[in-house]
């Protein structure tokens, strides 16, 4: 990053928790959790956005959801609307996560609106870009989270710089493989360099890195000129490891 900004550390809890155990997480993190660490965020599954909200109300804690519609509003049976997610005053949403664009077929266009929605609504959108493991054994890894990247580019140039970009390769998402800090930092100067040549405002962008981002890897990677926080799986459920994340960030 070009200039001193705040890390921040973003728990992606996917379709895991529940009332108790969310309550439980959020109360032993909370206390922990001060203006003088680093940005910290929960984004969680949307029905428990209320008792989120009603917990983290106040603290330095921030919330979001994990998927956005790309619809304003309307007979769109199952969807969640940017509008619905700012009634529970989200501060972030995930787009285009390698699991939905897997599962869910979302393409580089429903990312792109996405986004778009989102920040129509004032939430920060995640936008996640990654190569599979077979692309980068084809050399194709820059090729494609430029591509990626790209398109949330073209339908939001005039906001970019109100984005984060996670920056989590497939291969390496809950897989207990982490990128090398060297090829981590390698994709995020790819990223940077694409924000800049779109905003004059790229450097205040957070590039994230996600994919088995643990306790023991997290200092190494936020070492890295261009890594500027995590958007962590699995370890953002475990206490201890989330802390220590946050601790190797602040
Ligand atoms: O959004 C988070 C990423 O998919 C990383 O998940 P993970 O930390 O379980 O590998």
Known sequence: MGFHMKKLIVG?????????SNAALLQTLMPKITSATC???????????ASVQALLSGSAMQW??????????????????AAMLRDFSARYVIVGHSERRQ?????????ALKAQ?????GITPIVCVGETLAE?????????????????????????????VAYEPVWAIGTGKTASPEQAQHVHAVLRAQLRAASAHADKVHILYGGSMNAANAQQLLAQADIDGGLVGGASLKTADFLSIIAAAS
């Open 136 to 164: 980068r054994e084809l050399g194709q890894t820059e090729e494609i989270v430029k591509r990626q990247l790209a398109a949330v580019i073209h339908a939001n140039g005039h906001c970019i710089s109100e984005i984060v």
């Open 117 to 121: 929605r989102a920040l129509a609504a």
């Open 12 to 20: 992606n809890w996917k379709m895991n928790g529940d009332l108790a």
């Open 64 to 81: 979001g959801a994990q998927d956005v519609s790309q619809h304003e509003v309307g007979a769109y049976t199952g969807e969640v609307s």
């Open 39 to 49: 940005t910290v965020a929960v984004c969680v599954a949307a029905p428990y956005l």
């Open 103 to 111: 599962y869910h077929g979302e393409t580089d266009v429903h990312v």
